[in-house]
């Protein structure tokens, strides 16, 4: 990953540091033209090749970035080396440095260099014949499919499939993460053995919560009469010569580049149970919504672009203004999963302590990423937003058109309400009576999407892949590595083996739990 210049990053930090925060509202009577300046458009077409085009509108204009910190915060880009940051990744330079590898998660959808893009599309085709195979009777029938990972290899199929189907899905997928057995019971529930194919997602292969649910899922199978239950598994991984050895039939293992990060990784073969839920036209669509983002974020240069304006605001937020969280809430029930799969994205990338040379960082590094879904929040959440002593930037996400073909009423009453928090959090509220005064000044962006597609929601999860790369960048570290998680694997194996020697609160918990 290319580091900036560390004298000048600091002197940008500093010139940060030194500005004046101001009130929302002056900075809308200050300029008249605010709206359309901090107003970013990124558009698609409505159907392959069609000239007609739809997209995303977001709107920064009541984020606390004013002239003098987008241009210290623009100053700030260059000193860090973003554009060179930004070359290295879609050209396929080693940008986690800790791995030693690059992250090809752009070319999946067509954004890398030519061998890695002519790779991706190979093997997307491969996946795509497997699919419509399926589709067309190749395993027998497939009624239903049970898709087995965790954390990347799960969190991006479960949004997706979840958004996507809520009209008709051509199988119908659940997808089992937890290692806890009433998970994997409630989905051999809603399915029936014989027409149910078992899709275990693992980047390693290894992981010990998919390996035991998968076991488990081929033992329902053979206990219920399946001949061949071998025969009704797909494994989606980077390490294939693992499933060889698991026992998963060659033909029926769709490998991805071990260059695509676990939760980057929604775009590759992890994504099969989305593909064959929503078909592969439809997957391809979602592919292309995240490559409008990813041509708009390679191309576009400093405010203009709006992963990085979405970075700065973070920024401005985390070390500026001591912000301890950020909230997502979408106005839309197709996006219920999108907090869960953010969590994930921003926080095992951005949760680190070190920079990329392995000094400690000198801010706050990611926000902790949290959210829901309105207007169900409003009733819930939203009184800490409003007049809690926390500041909380805060994401609205709501489409245009309506997913729902009720009275037109329901989806004129949820946007309204989306518009209306963002309003609010801002305006405030004067009263006499302390108990009922809003302070207001409180910030939100606006995501307004012309519709909730495929290729809308691709292009959501690509400008949050790409706004985390760009807070990575401006704070100087490795946003594609996640040792943190390791320790209590480790520590969970010891204790299965019985060694190790454990603090005496462990010691009395293990004997209490039947684990001593
Ligand atoms: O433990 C964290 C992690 O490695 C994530 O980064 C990853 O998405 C998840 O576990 C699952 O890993 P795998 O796909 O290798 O099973």
Excluded at 15 to 28: D, I, K, N, S
Excluded at 198 to 219: G, H, Y
Excluded at 257 to 284: D, K
Excluded at 458 to 481: C, K, S, W, Y
Aim: charged share 20%; glycine share 10%.
């Amino acid at each position: 990953m290319a580091t900036g210049e560390q004298g000048q990053v600091a002197a940008a930090w500093a010139q940060l540091h030194g500005l004046e925060p101001q009130r929302l509202a002056g900075l809308f009577t200050g300029d008249p033209a605010r709206v359309a300046a901090m107003t970013r458009r990124i558009s698609w077409p409505v159907a392959p090749g069609s000239a007609e085009q739809t997209g995303m509108t977001i709107d920064f204009a009541k984020t606390h970035l004013g002239e003098a910190e987008l241009a210290a915060f623009e100053a700030l880009a260059d000193a860090a080396g973003f554009a060179a940051a930004r070359e290295a990744l879609f050209g396929g330079g080693i940008v986690n440095v800790t791995e030693g590898r690059a992250a090809t998660h752009g070319a999946l959808r067509g954004s890398g260099t030519d061998a890695q893009v002519e790779e991706a599309e190979a093997l997307l085709a491969r996946m795509g014949m497997l699919v419509e195979a399926i589709h067309q009777g190749a395993l027998g029938e497939v009624k239903h499919c049970i898709a087995i990972g965790i954390g990347g290899s799960a969190l991006g199929p479960a949004l997706a499939i979840d958004a996507l189907t809520r009209d008709l899905a051509l199988v119908d997928v659940h997808v089992v993460s937890n290692i806890d057995g009433l998970a994997l019971e409630q989905a051999f529930a809603a399915c029936d053995p014989q027409t149910t194919l078992i899709a275990v997602a693992s980047k390693t292969f290894t992981t010990i919560e998919t390996m035991t649910n998968a076991a488990s899922a081929l033992k329902w199978l053979a206990d219920n009469g399946v001949e061949d239950p071998g025969g009704q598994v797909v494994a989606l991984t980077a390490a294939p010569e693992k499933a060889v050895e698991w026992g998963v039939d060659e033909t029926r293992i769709l490998p991805f580049p071990e260059s695509v990060g676990g939760r980057y990784s929604l775009f590759s073969s992890i994504g099969f149970p989305i593909a064959l839920a929503i078909g592969m036209e439809e997957f391809r669509q979602l592919l292309a919504g995240a490559k409008a983002v990813d041509d708009h974020f390679r191309t576009t240069e400093g405010r203009a672009n709006a992963p990085l304006l979405a970075a700065f605001a973070d920024q401005y937020y985390t070390r500026l203004r001591g912000c301890q969280t950020r909230a997502v809430f979408a106005y839309d029930e197709r996006l219920a999963l999108l907090p869960d799969y953010l969590q994930q994205l921003e926080m095992e990338s951005n949760g680190k302590s070190v920079t990329v040379s392995g000094d400690p960082v000198d801010g706050p590094t990611a926000a902790v990423t949290w959210g829901g879904v309105g207007t169900d929040a409003q009733h819930a959440v939203f009184q800490l937003l409003h007049q809690g002593t926390h500041l909380i930037p805060v994401d609205f996400i709501v489409s245009i058109a309506p997913g729902d073909d009720l009275d037109p009423a329901h989806h004129r009453i949820l946007l309204m309400n989306c518009l209306a928090q963002g309003a609010a959090l801002m305006a405030g509220k004067a009263s006499d009576d302390p108990a009922r005064a809003y302070p207001g000044d409180r910030p939100s962006t606006t995501f307004l999407l012309d519709d909730c597609d495929a290729a809308a929601l691709g292009a959501l999860i690509a400008f949050h892949e790409q706004r985390t790369f760009a807070n990575a960048v401006l704070m100087g570290i490795n946003p594609f590595d996640q040792f943190g998680v390791e320790l209590g694997k480790a520590i969970a194996k010891q204790i299965e083996k019985g060694e190790g020697d454990f603090d005496p609160s462990t010691k009395a918990l293990m004997a209490m739990a039947g684990l001593a």
